[in-house]
């Protein structure tokens, strides 16, 4: 497909990040990817109408929440902040990959999270 470079701006067409652009002739800007924080989840008991940010970057050192790391770390990632209704035990995700941030979708199961090489996990 072409989308007019005047419209579309970084090219969103990924099979073609490897290389320069051939839509619109633009350097292709990669989206910020988080790190990898930890290779599983964080169990944490929330309180009810508590505003909670959960790292979304994985460069906090409070893990599972943001600890404002990501304004040097990651300035394109922002935390997830949410507040709950009801006191709640639950599964925060520590890989950052989820699909249902902040919580655990055991996409930290797949390979390409437990096969990673973490600098300072065992
Ligand atoms: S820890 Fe990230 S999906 Fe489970």
Redesign the pocket.
Known sequence: FYIAPAIHGPCLDISYWTSCCWHCSETPVLPAKPI?A?????QVDLEAGKRYAWCACGHSKKQPFCDGSHKTAAPDISPVRFKLDEPKSV??????????PP???????EEF?QKAELPNQP
């Open positions: 990898i930890a290779k599983y989840p964080f599964w925060l995700c520590g890989c950052k990959h989820t699909k249902s919580y655990c979708d055991g996409t930290h199961k999270i």
